[in-house]
């Protein structure tokens, strides 16, 4: 090439001439955000998150650095907020961060997206800046962070609680439709009238559409007024204890089992009597929020 290619004035072509670009220098981490664009917080809650906030550093086209905070009200379930930019105008975002005064992973799961054409019914996402579980000890961030799948690592370990069911009847939990289930371990008891000869508890699982997975038999039967203490769990081995009116009996599940959203797990009780009463089953689960 001769000396006269070299020569002349070449057109930047990366946006708005901001200070930065005057002095031929791109903005630090920078991502390109238009009018058309929308910076989209999406969230999916298993539980009450507090002190929730998304910090943006935005780089306006004056060149003028803007500090935007969001502390929205999140609810139980699946949700979007927006990051307002000022003005609403071509602009960097120079940095994200997500943080929440939350200590217990996996409650709720949230990413930051900047979306083209958000709120309008064909929307596009042009790029995911940061995803992953905020809490007091993990702040997703971008530039830098790891963009997570909701279904990575720890999820949210808790206890639920059933219902009594009537007297007589078998129990049945559904699983909310927004996660994913490992389920750890139940426990129940049943109380046996006077009536009848013995009882034989069954756990069954089914999946989300009602396809039955796994049934685990009891280890061995109840006997008529006795309360008979159940307990399945991972890694126990199938076993069974009794003294005087008080029956113990453990069953193994089916390990690392994940179980889709909706899934279902019940008890069917052979032999069980109009009087029989079972309480409300407690279940220790770990627990991915999913959209």
Do not use: H
């Amino acid at each position: 090439m001769g000396a006269a290619g070299l020569t002349g004035a070449v057109a930047y072509p990366y946006g708005p001439a901001v200070p930065f670009m005057v002095k031929g220098q791109l903005p630090p981490t920078a991502y390109y955000v238009s009018a058309d664009d929308t910076i989209v917080l999406g969230y999916q809650a298993l539980g009450a998150c507090p002190g929730f906030q998304v910090s943006a550093l935005i780089l306006t086209p004056d060149g003028q650095l803007k500090f935007e905070q969001v502390m929205p009200n999140l609810s139980v379930g699946v949700g979007f907020a927006q990051i307002p930019l000022i003005p609403p105008s071509e602009c960097y975002v120079l940095s994200v961060t997500m943080s929440s005064t939350l200590n217990t992973r996996g409650v709720m799961f949230a990413s930051v997206q900047v979306i083209r054409g958000f709120g309008t019914p064909n929307p596009v996402s042009r790029g995911l800046l940061c995803s992953g579980y905020p809490t007091t000890s993990e702040n997703p961030t971008y530039p830098g962070g790891t963009q997570r799948e909701s279904t990575y690592g720890l999820g949210w370990l808790q206890g639920l609680t059933g219902s009594v069911p009537a007297a007589g009847a078998d129990w049945t939990y559904t699983f909310g439709s927004k996660q994913i289930t490992r389920l750890k371990a139940i426990q129940a008891q049943l109380t046996t009238s006077a009536a009848g000869a013995t009882r034989f508890p069954s756990l069954k699982i089914a999946d989300g559409f009602g396809n039955f997975i796994a049934e685990i038999p009891p280890a061995t039967s109840i006997g008529a007024s006795i309360a008979g203490r159940v307990t399945w769990g991972e890694g126990l081995l199938s076993a069974a204890y009794s003294s005087g009116a008080t029956a113990v009996l453990m069953m193994p599940t089916p390990t690392d089992l994940k179980l889709s959203g909706a899934a279902i797990v019940q008890v069917s009780t052979q032999g069980i009597q109009a009087a029989d009463q079972w309480t409300a089953p407690v279940l220790y689960v770990e627990q991915w929020p999913i959209g």
